[in-house]
């Protein structure tokens, strides 16, 4: 998977990077540097805030996104937010089958098997197996980001993008969505952004490192955090700024 | 008092301005009073006259000719609610949709045109929409209908939906669409299956609301739906109405006639308290879980 | 999302409905219309002068009672009343805006009417009887009374849209004149100054919805053709005269006459409403 990026406006620009097929690859910078600005764009989210453009191309596999359907793209792209956000009007298992019933598909005799693989998936199964059917909102703040991962992968999507998933969470709540994402390795291409560096040191396989909207330095991550290219770089993961 | 002398050194004025202060406070309240006094007055009027008058029959049966006792409204109950029944018809699909459309496209030229529209038409008297449904139904039929008067209260219904629609909609908060439009879901059925569902209770509030003000609407139907004496099923027809029922019957010089339409106003004021004691509720509950 | 435009076609529909309804009517008479007070089914001649001058007395004599009382009301609500208070006072100013119009017109021919005739005219007759206004014999119903109820029923109307302005006005400008020294009353002032085209805006409305108002005030107005100085006597006004004479009407030119009436009537509204809304957003929108 080849991907590139460039942008003119004032919030990022000149952002260039490859994002490599079933790795995690981390998004660092101080706050206000446009991580989620290029988060969301990659699935086009940035859509829903008037006026606002993306100038430059974004491929996947090669193919511009912009010139397929923001709702392709989406279902190809997942996200996880910041805060979790289940749906408050549906039930857990409401919640994970959401995407595929708006979208169209029920089969109804899928959907148990569905609900099940994506749940455990997400390593919710075991919490929530005999209570399937009670309101999401029920759920704790770390069970519900982990309903909507579950939520999210129910889609089938290549990718996924989690916008700081874990800063609303416990540190408990936090190591489990880690272990997810380690686990994902293997079936999805995540780009996390994040504004803990022990984060992502943790999980990601790549980083980039963003200051006022441009993109510093991108390489593999423990070169990262060992031996950065960039003075910047170096002062931002030693703590000197941001 | 001393203390403040010395600083300020004006010690008349500021008496002075102490006692506007007292007095403009006063006067604020006093205009409170004021205010809700009728209401309490007509409230407790209403009650009383109306109470006293309210029997099975007034449910039950129909109007009594000239100088004959007794009767009741039913036919003017019925009517009212068929009535309701076709306004509903159209203004809650129209008023949802638009409250819809210019909450979750607000920021564009037209969903501004089409909210300011809607508040002008709110504003619209309520005989003007009688004529306008005179206009374009009663004058080809060539007689007066239900459905004439159904349409008219359909028109007026429609700005009060779009409105409590369109402030539900905007306290759904921003996540939920974000986590719906991630799931690959098109904008249209992010709106009406995630966003709506979820204000769904905040937008029946605003169908009752409408509903308990058509009920009470009269203007419009004077020359739509007309009045009945009679039980009338068919919606082509002329129909009977409470609040019509109730217009007739005031200005007639028939004492047992205005014990009637004093049943009928306390049933209307009725279902006015209950609907909004219920949108009282369900919006402060919606209020808490937001917040 | 056709169904906003639908709203849209509709406003432009209703107008172009009554403007072509209204042709006889306009034809015939012109803008004589709008200047003549002759209004005579049997002779087929009709001008409206009467009932533009009902409806415009009685809307802004309503709107002289009601603002002060309003504006009272909005800062007691928003300024004064402790929290246990505002909740159920606010839900019942809500149940007042809510009442039918034909139970306000109900209780003003039996309740208030009887009480201005009794009460409220004799001693304004006896104390300011040199005035024009108050002077002639005292029906109960009338212009006057028309006035009081049209103020009762736009009063919630008003003070509904003036406490959300003043709501809409950051407490950091009242606690600035606080720091200054100012008294309670002086913060509110300012506040209600900052506040002025939006409570302009409700007043607006509120006129709109007194020009517009109909049931209410074809009971107790007295319907009756006539322009008089004093407010005793009784009136008609454009909302009225429609109710009262539409449905039996005789010719075609008497329909036709009393929708001109109502074209103006929506003239009159539309434009009105415009303006409060746009004033009101005025003042919400910046905050």
């Known amino acids: 998977m080849s991907f590139c990026f460039f942008n003119e406006r004032p919030a990022i620009e000149d952002i260039n990077l490859r994002i490599r097929k079933n790795r995690v690859t981390a998004i660092i910078g101080p706050s206000g540097c446009g991580k989620s600005t290029f988060l969301r764009s990659l699935n086009l989210m940035h859509e829903m805030t008037p006026k606002s453009k993306v100038i430059g191309s974004i491929k996947i596999h090669g193919k511009d996104i912009s010139e397929s359907n923001a709702v392709d793209v989406r279902k190809n792209v997942g996200m996880v937010f910041q805060k979790p956000n289940p749906f408050p009007s549906m039930s857990i298992y409401d919640n994970v089958i959401a995407g595929l019933k708006l979208n169209g598909n029920k089969k109804n005799s899928d959907l148990d098997d569905i609900v099940e693989k994506n749940l455990k998936h997400a390593g919710l199964w075991e919490e929530v197996k005999d209570r399937l059917k009670t309101p999401a909102m029920s759920l704790s703040g770390g069970q519900q980001q982990r309903l909507c991962i579950a939520r999210t992968i129910a889609v089938n999507p290549e990718i996924i993008l989690m916008d700081e998933p874990t800063s609303a969470l416990d540190p408990i709540s936090t190591a489990k969505i880690e272990e997810l994402i380690y686990n994902f390795k293997s079936e999805y291409s995540i780009i996390i952004v994040t504004h803990n560096m022990q984060q992502a040191a943790r999980v990601s396989d790549f980083t980039a490192f963003l200051y006022l909207g441009k993109l510093i330095e991108f390489s593999k991550t423990r070169r990262m955090f060992t031996n950065p290219k960039e003075r910047l770089t170096e002062e931002y993961v030693t703590g000197k700024f941001g | 008092m001393t203390g403040i002398e010395t600083i300020s050194g004006r010690p008349k004025n500021l008496t002075r301005r102490k006692l506007v202060n007292k007095i403009m406070i006063s006067l604020c309240v006093v205009a409170g009073i004021i205010t809700i006094l009728p209401l309490l007055y007509i409230f407790f009027y209403t009650t009383k006259s109306g109470l006293t008058s309210l029997n099975l029959d007034f449910f039950t049966q129909l109007p009594k000719p000239v100088g004959e006792e007794g009767g009741g409204m039913a036919n003017a109950i019925v009517g009212s609610l068929v009535l309701i029944a076709l306004g509903s018809v159209i203004g809650i699909p129209v008023g949802i949709l638009a409250g819809i459309y210019v909450s979750e496209y607000s920021g564009s030229i037209i969903s501004t045109i089409v909210k300011f529209t809607t508040d002008v038409l709110s504003g619209i008297p309520s005989i003007i929409i009688g004529i306008f449904a005179y206009g374009i139904i009663v004058l080809p039929m060539k007689r007066f209908s239900a459905i004439a008067g159904g349409f008219a209260l359909g028109i007026i219904m429609i700005p009060t939906i779009t409105k409590i629609t369109e402030e539900m909609l905007k306290l759904v908060p921003q996540t939920l669409r974000e986590a719906s439009l991630a799931l690959g879901v098109s904008r249209w059925k992010t709106s009406l299956f995630v966003v709506v569902k979820t204000a769904s209770s905040g937008i029946i509030t605003g169908v009752l609301l409408a509903i308990a003000r058509a009920a009470g609407e009269t203007a419009p139907l004077l020359f739509t739906s007309f009045g009945n004496s009679f039980w009338q099923t068919s919606i082509d027809e002329p129909m009977a109405a409470l609040p019509l029922q109730i217009f007739a019957y005031a200005i007639s010089p028939y004492d047992d006639w205005h014990r009637q339409a004093w049943a009928g106003a306390f049933v209307l004021i009725l279902l006015v308290f209950v609907v909004n004691l219920i949108v009282r509720y369900v919006t402060r509950n919606k209020f808490g879980t937001s917040q | ?287």
């Open chain 3, 1 to 287: 999302m056709i169904f906003a435009f639908l709203i849209v076609g509709l406003v432009f529909f209703i107008s172009y409905e009554m403007f072509v309804d209204s042709a006889e009517s306009r034809h015939k008479f012109g803008f004589d219309f709008i200047f003549s007070s002759n209004w005579n089914p049997v002779t087929e001649e009709f001008g409206a002068l009467p009932f533009i001058y009902g409806t415009i007395i009685s809307s802004i004599l309503a709107l002289l009672i009601s603002l002060p009382v309003s504006i009272g009301v909005a800062v007691f609500l928003s300024e004064i009343a402790p929290k246990s208070v505002r909740t159920p006072f606010s839900f019942l100013i809500e149940i007042l805006a809510a009442i039918p119009s034909i139970i306000y017109g109900f209780w003003g021919i039996f309740v208030f009417a009887p009480f201005m005739r009794n009460t409220v005219q004799p001693i304004l007759q006896s104390t300011l009887g040199f005035l024009p206004f108050f002077k002639g014999v005292i029906y109960g119903t009338g212009l006057l009374t028309a006035s009081f109820i049209l103020a009762i029923m736009i009063t919630p109307i008003i003070a509904a849209i003036t406490r959300d302005v003043l709501k809409a006005i950051p407490v950091s400008q009242r606690e600035a004149a606080y720091a200054l020294g100012a008294t309670r009353w002086e913060a509110i002032k300012m506040a209600l100054l900052n506040a002025k085209s939006g409570i302009l805006g409700g007043a607006v409305l509120g006129l709109g919805r007194a020009i517009g108002e109909t049931m209410a005030v074809t009971m107790v107005i007295g319907n009756k053709a006539q322009i008089k100085a004093s407010l005793f006597e009784p009136a008609y006004s454009m909302a009225s005269v429609i109710a009262n004479e539409f449905s039996e009407a005789s010719g075609s030119m008497h329909i036709s006459s009393l929708i001109e009436v109502g074209l103006i009537l929506f003239g009159v509204t539309f434009v009105i409403n415009s303006l409060a809304r746009l004033l009101i957003y005025s003042v919400t929108r910046k905050a």
